[in-house]
């Protein structure tokens, strides 16, 4: 059964930092893309950061760029997002999603295995 399972939401002040992780479970996670989608409500669930399961291709949103770092660890079988100078249109709810072979530019409905999401609330 595959499980992936997110942690490391809070709440925390404009421009302070988080660190998200995701642990993974009963895939071959080196076969899986990754990334980290958000959503608020009433909104679309919109991708914050990719990396392709080779690992040596990374998107962000335009959004995130310069303040968002997501990274795989394939021996722990997970991935982070560390975000820098939050701000308050970051607070959402945070996925970690994957995508077996998939490609970094792929949307949501591309992502086959999600986790139950952890909040992220940044306030000013």
């Known amino acids: 059964q595959v499980q992936l399972v997110e942690s490391g939401g809070g709440l925390v002040q404009a421009g302070g930092s988080l660190r998200l992780s995701c642990r993974t479970s009963?895939?071959?996670?080196?076969?899986?893309?990754m990334a980290w989608f958000r959503q608020t409500p009433g909104k679309e669930r919109e991708v914050a950061a990719a990396?392709?399961?080779?690992?040596?291709?990374?998107r962000y949103a335009d959004s995130v760029k310069g303040r968002f770092t997501i990274s795989r660890d394939d021996v722990l079988n997970t991935i982070t997002l560390q975000m820098n100078s939050l701000r308050p249109e970051d607070s959402a709810t945070y996925y970690c999603?994957?995508?077996?072979?998939?490609?970094?530019?792929?949307?949501?409905?591309?992502?086959?295995?999600w986790g139950q999401g952890t909040q992220v609330t940044v306030f000013s």
């Open positions: 990396i392709r399961w080779s690992g040596h291709v990374i």
């Open positions: 009963g895939l071959t996670f080196t076969s899986y893309t």
């Open positions: 999603a994957a995508n077996e072979y998939g490609n970094t530019a792929s949307e949501a409905e591309d992502y086959i295995h």
